[in-house]
């Protein structure tokens, strides 16, 4: 199987193949990320589609020198970002992101509901961490490296995120042996 | 426990229950997966733009860093067998000739009009020297070209220029 | 006495170190620094000249940066992907440089290469960048200003 680079290298030659490849590789990836940062399936399409055209803008002329997830992930958020602040013109950058960064609490019940509402209020990081752990299926090497971040700090924000849940009255029973 | 990873999370408080990791996942996964027209919307854009480009075909197209990178290893491995066999003043001559090798206009630096200059050689003029041939291959080409602008890069230049 | 003395320090060891230990994880999670994408497009003005090569110098003056991408310029002639060394990922500097044999070539400011960075910690970088040569079709050196933009 061809490594990203070496995909890279056909793309910037011109073959669309090789391109396709990538798509293949990386779509469902950055449709899950896209769909948790906008909170709709709609957005979500428009975020995966308009990442893949920003890619295809870079070739020929694109030399990765880090990992493919460490390139996208950046690209995916700001152009979540964009795409919800399409319709909150006089909301910040920030503001939005804390609010994209959280479940969609109106269709969530139950137990669901509870955890949904305890999440809300983790650090983004924290929270952030733990769903590239157990919602995107990352390593938490590949977490690192998506990041560019030291492993020990992904093992401390998940070790601080899950505490917390673990602390919450409202999430602790997932944590009864 | 999701066992997918399981075995990369040594620290037990990293695990979560089935049910937590069910339902993050019901929270946070989209319902529905990508439509098949979004994928072929997708191609049918990087057909038309990778296919129908124009590519140049340039003689001095960049080469990928690696095959560079092995051609630059071989001819340091060549070099440091030699450094081996011959040390002290041939150590500093050998470097010495590296240097000049590169230097295809022989003002002192290495910089990118070294590799310019060869490169204009190479495509316009029929005029070409042996000592141009930097990986000494027998062939005065973009290989060499390459090599040229990859020692005008180099950040650490005592490190001996290829 | 001895006991004494011993058992004193022995409990006072037991007290300290779990605190202190605390306190170093504290520190440890509250000095995490903060990661950020960003490009920063640089730019070469040769003015009416033709602009064939170029080669400059970039680094970080302030701030801590990591590069992560390289990308070719906006005209045609430099779009491709110039030449750097790969060494210079784990440093915050790297020499970039670039050419073109054919006729095309542009001349006025010209966007000629952007590099995608990453940002560690809360402090803006700053940034060196220093031009050290451009040259026209013929090879000949010719006097260009090199500047930079930083995206988003």
């Known amino acids: ?177 | 426990m999701t066992e997918k990873k399981g075995h990369f999370d040594e620290d037990l408080d990293l695990r979560i229950s089935p049910k937590l990791s069910e339902d993050l996942n019901t929270l946070f996964k989209p319902q529905f997966s990508v439509p098949p027209e979004l994928d072929r919307a997708i191609m049918d854009q990087a057909n038309r733009r990778l296919v129908q480009r124009h590519w140049r075909h340039r003689i001095f197209r960049h080469i990928s860093f690696w095959r560079v990178a092995a051609a630059a290893a071989v001819i340091i491995f060549a070099f440091s067998l030699n450094l081996t066999q011959k040390p002290g003043p041939t150590t500093t001559s050998s470097f010495i000739v590296e240097a000049q090798a590169v230097d295809i206009d022989e003002n002192g630096r290495v910089d990118i009009l070294d590799a310019f200059k060869l490169a204009r050689h190479v495509e316009f003029s029929e005029r070409t020297e042996k000592k141009w041939d930097i990986n000494g291959d027998g062939l005065v080409d973009r290989n060499d070209v390459d090599l040229v602008a990859l020692a005008a890069v180099r950040l650490d230049k005592n490190k001996g220029v290829l | 006495m001895m006991k004494k003395i011993t058992a004193i320090i022995l409990m006072s060891i037991s007290v300290i170190v779990p605190v202190l230990a605390q306190q170093s994880e504290q520190d440890n999670e509250s000095v995490q620094p903060k990661v950020r994408f960003a490009p920063l497009r640089i730019y070469l003005d040769s003015g009416n000249k033709s602009l064939a090569a170029y080669q400059f110098e970039l680094k970080a003056a302030a701030g801590q940066i990591k590069i992560v991408g390289v990308e070719g310029g906006q005209h045609k002639a430099f779009k491709e992907a110039p030449y750097y060394d790969p060494a210079a990922l784990a440093n915050d500097r790297i020499i970039i440089a670039a050419f073109n044999t054919g006729r095309e070539l542009p001349t006025g400011r010209t966007r000629i290469a952007t590099i995608h960075l990453q940002i560690i910690g809360e402090a803006e970088p700053d940034y060196e960048l220093k031009l050290t040569v451009a040259a026209d079709a013929d090879a000949k050196e010719i006097p260009a200003e090199i500047t930079f933009e930083k995206g988003e």
């Open chain 1, 1 to 177: 199987m061809d490594s990203d680079q070496e995909l890279i290298e056909l793309v910037n030659q011109g073959d669309p193949d090789a391109f396709e490849v990538l798509y293949r590789r990386y779509r469902d990836w950055v449709y899950r990320l896209a769909w948790r940062f906008t909170g709709n399936e709609q957005d979500a399409l428009d975020v995966l589609q308009e990442t893949f055209t920003y890619l295809l803008g870079k070739f020929p002329g694109f030399s990765l020198t880090a990992s493919m997830t460490t390139f996208l992930y950046p690209v995916v958020k700001h152009l979540s970002i964009a795409v919800r602040s399409k319709s909150r013109r006089f909301i910040s950058d920030e503001e939005v992101l804390g609010e994209i960064a959280a479940p969609a609490l109106k269709d969530a019940q139950g137990s669901r509901k509870e955890l949904a509402a305890v999440l809300t209020v983790l650090p983004d990081e924290q929270r952030e961490f733990l769903l590239m752990r157990f919602v995107d299926d990352m390593t938490l090497q590949e977490i690192a490296k998506a990041l560019n971040i030291p492993i020990g700090t992904v093992k401390s924000r998940l070790h601080h995120a899950l505490k917390r849940l673990r602390q919450d009255r409202r999430t602790q029973d997932y944590f009864l042996e």
